[in-house]
């Protein structure tokens, strides 16, 4: 027990001897511009983070055979450019869809329903009846 005792205080006293030390420290000048830097990208990930979450983008990964822990794990390997590059295309990506293939598909239905006899938009179709 005696030996004990004296092992313990032997610790207590090199810990606290060592404690008292100073320890080096490494300080640098941060610019604002890297402040910036890295708050943008850290706002990239969590954009592209929040669209994996929704949940149309969980059916479209599902469909494809990809489950979101799986898109996300991706994401975090990403660099940091890369994840800002897929940001912007998210940001650029149009809302509710293809505007273009849409007002094409109206267009093919009308002027099926012209050639059919059913309306009368176009004025350079003529009518099967």
Do not use: W, Y
């Given at each position: 027990?005696?030996?004990?005792?004296?092992?313990?205080?032997?610790?207590?006293?090199?810990?606290?001897?060592?404690?008292?030390?100073?320890?080096?420290?490494?300080?640098?000048?941060?610019?604002?511009?890297?402040?910036?830097?890295?708050?943008?990208?850290t706002d990239a990930r969590a954009k592209v983070n929040a669209v994996l979450a929704r949940e149309d983008v969980r059916a479209?990964?599902?469909?494809r055979g990809l489950s979101t822990e799986q898109a996300q794990a991706r994401v975090q390997a990403m660099s940091d450019e890369e994840v800002a590059q897929l940001a912007g295309r998210i940001d650029q990506a149009p809302a509710g869809g293809d505007i273009l293939g849409v007002a094409f598909t109206i267009f093919i239905i009308l002027l099926i329903t012209d050639i059919l006899g059913l309306t009368k938009v176009f004025p350079f179709t003529r009518a099967v009846r």
């Open positions: 027990m005696n030996q004990f005792k004296r092992l313990t205080a032997s610790l207590l006293i090199c810990s606290t001897t060592l404690l008292g030390m100073p320890l080096a420290a490494h300080a640098g000048i941060v610019s604002s511009a890297d402040v910036l830097a890295s708050q943008g990208q479209g990964l599902a469909e």
